[in-house]
């Protein structure tokens, strides 16, 4: 199962001690947090967020800048080719791969993100999948080429029923996962999905912050930032991304901001329209974030309200000093 190996007492060995985790609503200066608690701690940055991994979207998913890259270091930043799938499997792989590599042995380590499923996984584990054969693979991507994401999903509803159910129709990549997982295995993913896996995390030595801003202060920076990112080349990464022929199902092409600003440069709407789409898509995204975050994380997380910008080195002296 996982590669933890368990004490005489039945903990998991190998557990990450001393990490601090910082989650949060998009641009709710969770990465100005991490980078100042990583010059008081001397801590590495390692990022937390299913967008930031992929290469090219190095400003549409608001990847710390070169400056801030120099300042401490940095993991899991745009590590992954746009045409990929990345999944928190492969995420929770990274992180272990590092903590094999004693990333963290020196360094303390500084989870930093707005994935809620990666905070779960470092705390509470995340269920093993078996591997998928790249014939069983390319097989279901092909047959989604061919027939669409509806007929895949009948044929799911008709053969595990149960996994269906949970998915919508439309969200065609987790319906191809499921339909992997049961012809790789013979087993329904939710059978998969209810054997708990080992944390990655120590609970007991960890810090978790999560931010929490007032709504309207939050409705302005990304506002913003939505501003700022097209004036640092959100547009041309958003060409790149195109130039690729990507099959817009994959995650780096739902990234916020991409499918409104290739319609514009489609001509299929207007700019100022696109733009304000893209904002609304980003709030509308840090309300479900914000949400989960609040009806997921519990006591253990010391909750940081805010009414205006945070002052990130402050607020690390608060903590950390």
């Not at 080719?81 to 995420?91: I, K």
């Amino acid at each position: 199962m996982s590669d933890m190996a368990k004490s005489a007492e039945g903990e998991p060995e190998g557990l990450v001690k001393d990490a601090i985790l910082i989650a949060g609503p998009t641009a709710s200066g969770k990465s100005a947090l991490a980078l100042a608690i990583a010059r008081l701690t001397g801590g590495t940055i390692i990022n937390t967020d299913s967008m930031q991994v992929y290469g090219i979207l190095n400003v549409l998913s608001a990847r710390p800048g070169p400056a801030e890259l120099l300042a401490a270091p940095h993991h899991l930043y745009g590590h992954i080719d746009p045409g990929e799938l990345y999944s928190t499997g492969r995420w929770v792989a990274d992180v272990r791969r590092l903590r094999g590599e004693g990333v963290f042995d020196a360094n303390r380590p500084i989870f930093v993100g707005g994935t809620g499923l990666y905070f779960r996984a470092l705390a509470g584990g995340l269920s093993e999948m078996p591997e998928i054969p790249n014939t069983i693979r390319d097989r279901w991507r092909y047959r989604l080429t061919e027939e669409g994401p509806g007929k895949l999903y009948q044929i799911l509803m008709s053969e595990d029923s149960r996994a269906a159910m949970t998915l919508s129709a439309g969200d065609s990549q987790r319906v191809l996962r499921a339909l992997e997982v049961l012809q790789a295995s013979g087993r329904s993913i939710l059978d998969w999905q209810a054997e708990k896996g080992l944390p990655l995390v120590d609970h007991t030595t960890a810090r978790c912050l999560v931010l929490e801003p007032d709504r309207a202060v939050l409705t302005e920076r990304i506002n913003a930032r939505f501003d700022r990112m097209l004036d640092a080349g959100g547009l041309a990464e958003v060409e790149a991304l195109t130039a690729l022929n990507l099959d817009p199902a994959l995650p780096a092409m739902k990234a916020i901001g991409v499918r409104e600003l290739q319609s514009a440069i489609a001509g299929a709407m207007p700019f100022d329209e696109a733009i304000e789409r893209g904002k609304i898509s980003t709030r509308q995204y840090a309300k479900r974030q914000s949400t989960w975050f609040r009806n997921q994380l519990g006591p253990d997380w010391t909750r940081i309200a805010s009414n205006g910008p945070i002052n990130a080195p402050k607020l690390a002296a608060n903590f950390f000093s």
